[in-house]
């Protein structure tokens, strides 16, 4: 099994979701992040003085799958959130070795 | 409270029983005319305290204001001290002017050195008002409740100024001393017709007895506190932004509605056709100078740093309102407008001057205050025929001196005795876990 | 609403008229002089009507010092609900004590059972004023106004103490029994004219009828709804932080300014100088006894915890302000900043122990306008030279007993038929999404 | 501002001085009676002064509450804006219609044509007043001040309905001529003496004039803005959650607030009898059909979408509060709830409609303002006898129709000069960074 | 040594804390996320439009532990965490090649 | 490659990231996390009830690198959060697969 991290502009979110739900993906865990990247933050002016927002506002989104559809995941999610801007983001494979379904007590794929 | 068995006995001028006497010749009548006129003085006496208790109530609605644009401007990890210590202020002042800043303030002195005094006399009776041929025309405790909201303004500037790294127990330990001495005697050098207002020197409502006090206290407080850390790292400014912006311009919506109540009780009658009339004036010219200086900020911010600073524009505002706290009845209102808007300019210009010059406040309030209170001096000789440059700068000069000079000791000593500066590790976790135990926004994710 | 439009052709007293018979005699005088002692009725008339209608106003706002309070000591999921709650009360209020609260208030009864009546009557003419000499002092209308905005604070009492479990619907089924029916019999025994006003209890502004009513029903609520889950677990007490304090501490400042209406209003009369020093005592010595309490709440807050608990301070404050409501007209300054303290003292201690005692309320209302109203009302026994102990302690013991019983039947009843509590369900994800869907603060992460 | 330096030497009526002459005759009773008669004239024109003042401070409050209000139900990223624009709008008004707005409004034009002049002219002199046998009978800066807040709350309601999404500049262009012709040109038609005025077109205090007035204006920028992205995709309908209840609800209860001074000041006299029971019912009306708006809304919401939607019920009291302003004297309490509820029941209607019409209205100011400011116009036509629903219909089609076709023009205008939309990009990341450069909440995290 | 991440219901959080604490372990790192699985999320009305709001709020609980004890670890979140409802959520193993104390520098277990 | 988790103070971010900047490190992600561990929370009193927040908040660093440069990495961030104090707080070194950067698609080291 993969775990699957992405790291996607906020607004892509609703559309990565929509994606992996049509290719079966059931579950994911999301969560807010900050970025920092070649997509240079924005500068703010607070009463007079200058300061730079280095990093930039980004969503992550985090999913085990099994092994086999992993590919197919980072396809799928690089296809919605992909905007050819700058800041677009990074997808991570990682090895997973197990898995557990708190409520059934399941393990590996069936838990997934 | 209910009202059939709180009517007074004494009875008052009733047409009615007047019907009676139609018949009955001169004396008779001369003497329904006589209580009749004791009447119409007992109505003006209660019109003029009503219009001063419903202004001081205003004024007192100006420390929520201060409590919510400094609340709104420091981060959440110092929200509950400010606010805390916004509140404490305003009782601490309303206690110690009732023991004794009240009795210094307008106590006998010989123009210098004031009288003193404790705790409040006895009210006018209504023979005195009756014999005093129109010189009492309103109650003495409404006049202590108006002044008593004034002390707490000043002192609400210091706590801006000193925002986020100032120990509580030594803010309100300045607090005793300012609010029950400090700030009462050069209010008696002016409004308790000490020197100042024997040289002609003219504050209608206190952008220097009030305002530049306030903002010369703080600044003592500041330089001898230093700057938050990390305001000034290497030479480089950190912008520190405010946590909660809509907080603080409710606190500035609420100090521009005080403020009809802080310039327009400052008229002092409204009970004749003149003094209504000045009164309007006073409303339409403290609202037309805080326009012009919110325009005037945003689009100076604007044309400077490129973007529409919210907090400047709200800075602006303030300052138009100081600005004009000096003389807002013979200016017309465009010319109040204007003076309104200079100070719109000049807060600008001195807040970023200020933090150029590595002096920490967090909220403005030396600018708005201090700086465009003393503007606000100035303008009252090219406003006020009556008003004279000399004047005004001795004015200026003397609050200064006094206020500074002895806020500064008064720091100093605190300073030695108990500290006046939270600890590092204090000031970097903040103020509200250390000194109050308490989170603002417990359940909300901070940077 | 333009001027010259809405001029009534009815002629006053004008003196360009007048001139005009500077020669005529005796009579024809005499008539100007009744006319114009008609317009000086006219005129205090209206006085003390603007006066009613202004103090109004001010208590109206307390409403929405109530909300800000209470939505700043829940928890932010049940912070929709809280606020709803607040401002429909306020609404049912005024919709009942209309229909028919304010008729059996101030209705016709034996003394124990009130009258009845429903809507209100017409105001005062002209001539029944002119006529009632004296008597007659200020629109009905105003009166109701003045006296409507006071059920509902008794009411707001009642929402934070069942705060973050009780069902929304339940609660608003209550408010219009409790503001059509159990306020109104017994403020009728005492402001309406009753019993109690007979035995000499005394209440100036309502301590009791309506601070010690508000936390009486409050507190059989409490009783049976039980404390919110998670608060007292396997015999320990679990702090449950407010989520917002800038919104308490603001709607304590609100609180504060309305209180100022609330007292300030209930003297009932201002036109005259006794009246208007009467008036500006009773501002003087809220403002005085709000300070007391806070300063006090604060220190010994301070002394006992370890740290300068802001919420403590804000119940001071209030705490003081219920403490003052019995007597703030009789008292010094000084002895009125000193009652207030003795709240503040009282409260800290009253809501410790209640938490102590398992009884969960999440603001403080049982300590503030229960406990701390019970101790204004006896000091009046001290306070006032006309105050007995005896008939204060009646007066506590009628107003407990008949609002705690009738309130606790009608809880009992909706228990029944309703449910009064939300499921355990809906208290762990909130009263927000399963009562109002909606979140408060959608956007911001919550714990 | 010391007392003593302040009091005037003009010697008005004293009872002690009268004592004097008790024995002389006639004449110089006469005299004395004359001079009383003047002091009393003085008297009556200083309470309706400060009457018009305090309403007038009330109405100003009504700013922060549509800043609050609309703060609340906006999204984070979009919060400096709103702020700014509501604070920065009432600064244009203030100057706009202080330079040539007034003279529009209320200078001598034909009827249809308004006259035209600048900034304001002197106060009514005592001399003027007393000689006027009452037609003059307040300051008319007082006046100024009462009618300059009105133009403001026009205007605000514009803020709300284009919230979001549009330009900070453009909108307070548009504020500019808004406040300096559109608005006052209508004001004339009515208020001003014109046609509207002789049709016998009834507008209380303005749910024609402000209410209809800012939601036509409103109609005409939305029209040409758009909607916000994401609000309408692919035919569903997307429900944007305001970020900030508690602000919501706050600025709900000061437009409750505000709104006593708004129809209570629009009597515009209080100073006899007649006027003062007048303003009472204003206030007793004007509270019960806000209470009645809001319970209406609230059952309403409840059973049709099965949740007590708070933003609903806020809604709704604002509704029942447009809906009595068109006439808040003449109906019954018991009518003016009925008037406020049916309100109520309009807004929620109103809101859901316009919605699937898809017309994006961030705050209901359309459904608030516009649908139900109609209602209440109408409404007088059955609550005032003197009121005709021909008459009425013309007032609602002339000031839509002027409004709505000179806003749009203008919105075109600057559409085309200057555009009114935000790129996509800035209103992706929201307003307030790329038009303040500032966060409203910088420390909690966003979704 | 093994990464374990659990995606549990946030008022779990602290019976899941004590079961840790109670087996010994001394550290692990929270954080809120936001969850979409079998539990569907809830309907809210916003002004006369419905939305679904799909994500849950869901703790994520991430900690280190040495391979032997993982297991037990696992087994012990489990039992705290389980409700028997849908969204009790899910338990990940992951792989972890090594641990730094940064005070100290220490490596391997004894960072732990 | 391999993922580098640093969970360190808050305060430290920002050295940490100039650090990192230093030795040519182009991108992370940061979020917000709770700490339990040897730290001990502090006591907080609300209303006279005593309760402990047994929670640090701390800064959780994301960043994956080439499998040579990790130890350096490691090295930057640990010199760079270390205040020798209890609390400075942990890194993790996790095995990586595959990386992908969603604007372009590439994948393996060039997408880092
Ligand atoms: N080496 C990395 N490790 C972890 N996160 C990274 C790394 N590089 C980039 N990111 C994340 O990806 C986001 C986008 O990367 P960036 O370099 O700005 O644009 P792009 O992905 O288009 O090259 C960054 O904001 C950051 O959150
Ligand atoms: N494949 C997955 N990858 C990552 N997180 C998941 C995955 N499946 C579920 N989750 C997380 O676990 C939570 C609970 O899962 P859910 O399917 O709702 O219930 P259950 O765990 O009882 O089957 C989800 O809200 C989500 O945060
Ligand atoms: N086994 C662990 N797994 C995950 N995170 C941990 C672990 N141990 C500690 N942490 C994180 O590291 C932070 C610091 O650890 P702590 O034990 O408090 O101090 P130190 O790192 O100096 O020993 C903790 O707050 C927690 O966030």
Request: glycine share 12%; proline share 3%.
């Amino acid at each position: 099994m993969k775990k699957i991290e992405a790291i996607i502009k906020p607004f892509k979110l609703e559309s990565v979701k929509e994606a992996l739900t049509d290719i079966g993906i059931t579950g994911m865990t999301v969560s807010e992040v900050k970025g920092y990247g070649r997509q240079k933050g924005h500068k703010e002016v607070y009463r007079g003085a200058e300061y730079n927002v280095e990093f930039n506002p980004k969503t992550k989104i985090e999913l085990v799958v099994a092994g086999e559809i992993a590919d197919k995941v980072v396809e799928a999610i690089r296809n919605a959130a992909n905007s050819g801007k700058i800041g677009d983001g990074k997808i991570f494979i990682l090895p997973v070795e197990d898995v557990m379904r708190i409520r059934t007590g399941e393990r590996g794929k069936e838990a997934i | 409270m209910k009202m059939k068995l709180k009517m007074k006995s004494r009875t008052y001028w009733g047409g009615a029983a007047f019907l009676a006497c139609l018949a009955v010749s001169g004396p008779a009548l001369a003497e329904d005319v006589v209580s009749l006129g004791d009447t119409v003085i007992n109505l003006a006496y209660a019109l003029d305290t009503f219009y001063f208790l419903m202004s001081g109530a205003l004024v007192m609605w100006m420390a929520a204001g201060f409590a919510m644009l400094e609340a709104g401007l420091v981060r959440s990890k110092n929200t509950v001290e400010i606010l805390l210590k916004n509140i404490a202020l305003y009782s601490v002042a309303s206690i110690m002017y009732l023991v004794v800043g009240y009795n210094i303030m307008y106590g006998d002195g010989n123009g210098v050195i004031p009288g003193i005094g404790f705790f409040l006399g006895a009210d006018h009776t209504a023979a005195d008002v009756l014999a005093s041929n129109g010189e009492t025309y309103y109650s003495s405790m409404s006049d202590f409740f108006f002044q008593v909201v004034f002390v707490a303004t000043a002192m609400s500037i210091v706590s801006g100024a000193v925002a986020e790294r100032m120990k509580l127990w030594a803010f309100l330990a300045f607090a005793v001393v300012m609010t029950g001495f400090i700030y009462p005697v050069q209010g008696y050098w002016k409004w308790g017709g000490g020197f100042l207002d024997g040289l002609g020197f003219l504050d209608f409502a206190g952008s220097g007895v009030v305002h530049l006090c306030g903002a010369s206290a703080a600044l003592a407080g500041v330089l001898l506190l230093g700057a938050r850390k990390g305001k000034y790292v290497s030479g480089r400014i950190h912008a520190i932004p405010g946590c909660n912006l809509p907080l603080a311009t409710l606190g500035t919506f609420i100090l521009w509605l005080g403020w009809f109540g802080f310039n327009g009780g400052s008229e002092l009658k409204i009970s004749n056709i003149e003094e209504a009339n000045a009164v309007s004036m006073v409303f339409v010219n403290t609202n037309a100078a805080a326009a012009g200086g919110l325009v005037a900020a945003l689009l100076f911010a604007r044309a400077w740093f490129g973007k529409a600073d919210l907090t400047m524009a709200l800075n602006g505002a303030l300052a138009g309102l100081v600005a004009i706290t000096a003389e807002p009845l013979t200016p017309t209102p465009l010319v109040a407008t204007i003076v309104g808007a200079i100070g719109g300019l000049i807060v600008v210009t001195a807040i970023v001057f200020i933090d150029k010059a590595k002096i920490d406040d967090p909220v403005g309030a030396l600018s708005v205050h201090g700086v465009v209170g003393i503007w606000g001096l100035i303008a009252v000789a090219f406003t006020n025929p009556e008003g004279s440059l000399v004047a005004q700068l001795t004015g200026i000069g003397v609050i200064f001196a006094w206020v500074f000079s002895t806020s500064f000791i008064v720091w100093f000593v605190l300073k030695a005795i108990m500290g006046i500066r939270v600890s590092e590790e204090e000031e970097l976790e903040g103020c509200d876990i250390s000194e109050c135990g308490l989170d603002a926004y417990p359940e909300f994710t901070k940077d």
